[in-house]
């Protein structure tokens, strides 16, 4: 592993893997991929190059613990995303980190350290784009993150977020992008993210068996 491809100042990576995985069954991270590693050691593995410092936030700690990376528990508890963002922020020992959700199989570095060269100006550096297989089950009306396109689990976040995340929390409101009004925030966009990513399976989530039978299908189409 190279020093050099880490970010030119140190940032954290969080990484929250707080669901209950209701729809799958069982414990998403741990679900096994092609190659015989689960999704949580391939995340781990990439987060690694950028990283020195990983945070991992759960309430459960079996099987987490031989992974080797910082295990902290939910400050706020019940609290979803937006609990486990406030979370890793607080046990972050640098200024600015990475924050992804455990069940995200195809980050691309090269998308990711676009995004970290931003981020000193930043309080909020957060991916706008249609995700890979659409805005399927999105109502119109609803303020959600996906309507607005935005992929606030693969984001970079400062502490000085730490204030307006914790208002958020105290006040009940548990949507992750409420606070963005209140900080600076860089929008990637689209065609900046077409660069690296052309699919946006940066953004592909396993939550369901049929979900990983496509990740599956992904991965058996990249490999040689």
């Not at 069954?25 to 092609?34: C, I, R, Y």
């Not at 949507?175 to 993210?193: L, M």
Request: with cysteine; aromatic share 8%.
């Amino acid at each position: 592993m190279e020093r050099s491809e880490r970010a030119t100042y140190p940032i954290s990576a969080v990484v929250l893997a707080g669901g209950d995985s209701r729809r799958m069954g069982t414990d998403k991270a741990f679900l096994k991929m092609s190659g015989g590693r689960t999704i949580i050691e391939g995340i781990l593995s990439k987060l690694a190059r950028l990283s020195e410092e990983i945070i991992l936030v759960t309430n459960r700690t079996q099987g987490y613990e031989r992974l080797g990376v910082k295990l902290v528990a939910d400050i706020y508890p019940g609290k979803g995303s937006l609990g486990g963002i406030y979370t890793g922020l607080c046990a972050m020992s640098h200024s600015h980190g990475l924050v992804v959700a455990c069940d995200m199989p195809f980050l691309k570095l090269p998308l990711l350290r676009y995004m970290l060269v931003m981020a000193p100006e930043y309080d909020v550096v957060v991916p706008r784009a249609v995700p890979w297989g659409g805005l399927k089950g999105v109502k119109k009306g609803e303020e959600r993150a996906k309507e607005y396109l935005l992929h606030p689990l693969h984001a970079v976040y400062a502490k000085s977020c730490l204030e307006p995340v914790k208002d958020l929390l105290e006040s009940g409101d548990l949507r992750v992008i409420s606070f963005y009004p209140r900080v600076r925030v860089r929008y990637v966009e689209e065609e900046e993210i077409d660069i690296f990513d052309s699919e946006h399976l940066s953004f592909f989530n396993i939550n369901t068996p049929a979900d990983l039978r496509r990740a599956e299908r992904f991965l058996q189409r990249e490999e040689p």
